[in-house]
């Protein structure tokens, strides 16, 4: 009998985005507001597998090759805080097509394959901060970073020591967009 991995497909953040992401909550927000993210842990999740057997996997990752959806970018410039489950979050105002239209194929795909999905519409978000169910005070202003999706990847996630780490398994590429 296989064991289960604690699975999801995201868009990875790249290492420049994430050291800016970084260094702003540092000087944004204060210490008790809940507990940091780690840098190599963020990245914006299109759809979430939950505990996957090494079968299962294989399947999703055989139809997540055969996807083509294109580049896209989108504007982190957003904000926000979800009491439960605790989370402050850095999202977009304006969500592109392509990368609606990715994760909801995704998302369809793995309900398909038995993984629960949410009723709950998708919003793309990148977690800041987990635990964080006191009211937290939310910075006059947000950044205007912008993301360029050029891949999606299979991530799982570790729980090892005390310590939460997301481990890219597979990436896959968008497909650029021919000129006219």
């Given amino acids: 009998m296989s064991e289960s991995r604690r699975l999801f497909f995201a868009l990875p953040l790249p290492t420049k985005l994430q050291k800016q992401v970084i260094q702003w909550r540092a000087d944004s927000f204060e210490a008790e507001a809940g507990r940091p993210v780690a840098a190599a842990n963020l990245h914006l999740t299109l759809a979430f597998l939950g505990d996957v057997s090494d079968a299962k996997a294989r399947v999703l990752s055989g139809i997540a090759s055969r ?38 194929l995704l998302r369809s795909h793995a309900a398909r394959n038995g993984c629960y999905q949410s009723t709950l519409p998708f919003h793309p978000h990148v977690s800041l901060l987990r635990g964080a169910t006191r009211p937290v005070a939310l910075p006059a202003s947000t950044p205007e970073w912008q993301l360029d999706a050029n891949e999606f990847s299979l991530y799982e996630s570790q729980y090892h020591q005390g310590r939460t780490r997301y481990q890219c398994l597979q990436s896959w590429p968008l497909v650029a967009s021919s000129p006219c």
């Fill in 67 to 104: 996807i083509t959806s294109p580049t896209f970018s989108l504007t982190l410039d957003d904000l926000g805080h979800w009491p439960r489950p605790g989370v402050v979050w850095l999202g977009t105002r304006r969500a592109p097509l392509a990368l609606l239209q990715l994760a909801s």
